[in-house]
T-cell receptor, first 111, second 112 residues
């Protein structure tokens, strides 16, 4: 069935280093949503990408949707300890009443 | 505004027992969802509702039932709990179907 894969599964970075997580699918994605979940917390919506090649920025976070709409990435510039958490991508297929979450990338930031 | 709230926060059940998880939202959202989260598997949709009085199956509906008698509430029931249902359960709501979802704090359920 439809799967959304994320790499890496875990990432440990030194504070100040950059971080990127990738979301991949074998089929064309309708759209991509990104969520962040702090340890012990609940997922919080970050952004939704819909258009091919779309790039959106939120302060130090840059989100990109691939030209073929089969992958997406989240890049964090100069990580801070507040960036710690798990980042999930999700595809919502409204035509099929489905939402598929990726397994997430867990980010640790070493001060 | 409280956003999305869930009751209870923690629960331990014995195999075969039943329970109901309550989700409430005060944002007047039409759409509500129940997910389960297991380690390394992200979130999986159990059931969802597109409005008061309606429910639909998600990816992993077996063993669960839901009801949406009031717009602001979405109940998840386990009729006969099994150890495989040990998980963290999240409720969410949205203004647009499968759009930006607002999640509750979660319920950690253990079935012995």
């Amino acid at each position: 069935g439809q799967q959304v894969m994320q790499i890496p599964q875990y990432q440990h970075v030194q504070e100040g280093e950059d971080f990127t997580t990738y979301c991949n699918s074998s089929t064309t994605l309708s759209n991509i949503q990104w969520y962040k979940q702090r340890p012990g917390g609940h997922p919080v919506f970050l952004i939704q990408l819909v258009k091919s090649g779309e790039v959106k920025k939120q302060k130090r976070l840059t989100f990109q949707f691939g030209e073929a709409k089969k992958n997406s990435s989240l890049h964090i510039t100069a990580t801070q300890t507040t960036d710690v958490g798990t980042y999930f991508c999700a595809e919502a297929k409204t035509s099929y009443d489905k939402v598929i979450f990726g397994p997430g990338t867990s980010l640790s930031v070493i001060p | 505004n409280a956003g999305v709230t869930q009751t209870p926060k923690f629960r331990v059940l014995k195999t075969g027992q039943s329970m109901t998880l309550l989700c409430a939202q005060d944002m007047n959202h039409e759409y509500m969802y129940w997910y389960r989260q297991d380690p390394g598997m992200g979130l999986r949709l159990i059931h969802y509702s597109v409005g008061e009085g309606t429910t639909a199956k998600g990816e992993v509906p077996d063993g669960y039932n839901v009801s949406r008698l009031k717009k602001q509430n979405f109940l998840l029931g386990l009729e006969s709990a099994a150890p495989s249902q040990t998980s963290v359960y999240f409720c969410a709501s949205s203004y647009v179907v499968f759009g930006e979802q607002f999640f509750g704090p979660g319920t950690r359920l253990t079935v012995l």
